[in-house]
């Protein structure tokens, strides 16, 4: 019998939503994106016990990316084995990629050496905005010949090579068509991943079993293995 308690430090790696985050059109704001997450009580006709109406968007908080954001005949959360979403994960720190210029450097494929096939792979920094590093093409094409279960980041690692919004660039959308395009989740929004201090841990982020949802809200955590 597995006791948590005794063998394991559990990390919340999830971001708290707040509901009715106002702006003046009435928007929920997250980062650079206008997003909406409103949350409304009504009461049971028959006994009178408050239940909760949700209107938002599912890519607000940490939420994993499943294939049918990437295609309309891709695969949601409830067509994939739960065995995706939890698992051996790696825990990759990339605050010694120096920003250059104010400018975030490109995560190549000779940072990952570590990681294994079937991996769960987590990444963050300590950077900020454009000094954040990012994934570039090569290294989520090398990830996905692996290939790993997941890839997931907080927001100070980069999901996309920010010249991928341009449309003349060649590797454009690169982590998700990559990604996403042979079936591994992408998780974003994570948090506190600095408060594991192993290199491995477990990691568990299950998605909602609704079908054809393209994204899904998770409550991430991983099992850090006591001495």
């Given at each position: 019998m597995i006791d948590l308690q005794k063998d394991y430090r559990i990390i919340d790696l999830s971001e708290e939503i707040v509901p009715d985050l106002l702006e003046l059109n009435g928007d929920y704001t997250w980062g650079t994106h206008v997003r909406r997450f409103m949350l409304r009580e009504i009461m049971a006709k028959v006994d009178a016990m408050p239940m909760h109406f949700v209107e938002a968007e599912t890519h607000i908080g940490t939420h994993v990316e499943l294939p049918r954001h990437f295609k309309r005949d891709g695969k949601s959360g409830a067509e994939m084995p739960l065995e995706i979403f939890l698992g051996e994960a790696i825990v990759l720190n990339f605050d010694f990629l120096t920003p250059k210029d104010g400018k975030g450097q490109a995560i190549i494929p000779s940072h990952l050496s570590r990681v294994k096939e079937?991996?769960?792979?987590?990444?963050?920094?300590?950077?900020?905005?454009?000094?954040?590093?990012?994934?570039?093409?090569?290294?989520?094409?090398?990830?996905?010949?692996?290939?790993?279960?997941?890839?997931?980041?907080?927001?100070?690692?980069?999901?996309?090579?920010?010249?991928?919004?341009?449309?003349?660039?060649?590797?454009?959308?690169?982590?998700?068509?990559?990604?996403?395009?042979?079936?591994?989740p992408i998780l974003e929004n994570l948090c506190s991943l600095k408060e594991i201090q192993k290199e491995r841990v477990f990691f568990i982020g299950l998605p909602l079993r609704i079908l054809h949802l393209?994204?899904?809200?998770i409550r991430a955590i991983a099992l850090e293995p006591l001495p």
């Amino acid at each position: 019998m597995i006791d948590l308690q005794k063998d394991y430090r559990i990390i919340d790696l999830s971001e708290e939503i707040v509901p009715d985050l106002l702006e003046l059109n009435g928007d929920y704001t997250w980062g650079t994106h206008v997003r909406r997450f409103m949350l409304r009580e009504i009461m049971a006709k028959v006994d009178a016990m408050p239940m909760h109406f949700v209107e938002a968007e599912t890519h607000i908080g940490t939420h994993v990316e499943l294939p049918r954001h990437f295609k309309r005949d891709g695969k949601s959360g409830a067509e994939m084995p739960l065995e995706i979403f939890l698992g051996e994960a790696i825990v990759l720190n990339f605050d010694f990629l120096t920003p250059k210029d104010g400018k975030g450097q490109a995560i190549i494929p000779s940072h990952l050496s570590r990681v294994k096939e079937g991996d769960i792979v987590l990444m963050w920094s300590s950077y900020e905005g454009s000094e954040c590093p990012y994934i570039s093409a090569e290294a989520i094409e090398w990830l996905a010949q692996r290939p790993i279960r997941m890839i997931g980041a907080e927001p100070s690692v980069q999901v996309e090579d920010p010249r991928s919004l341009e449309p003349e660039f060649p590797e454009a959308w690169a982590v998700h068509r990559y990604a996403l395009g042979n079936d591994i989740p992408i998780l974003e929004n994570l948090c506190s991943l600095k408060e594991i201090q192993k290199e491995r841990v477990f990691f568990i982020g299950l998605p909602l079993r609704i079908l054809h949802l393209d994204s899904s809200w998770i409550r991430a955590i991983a099992l850090e293995p006591l001495p």
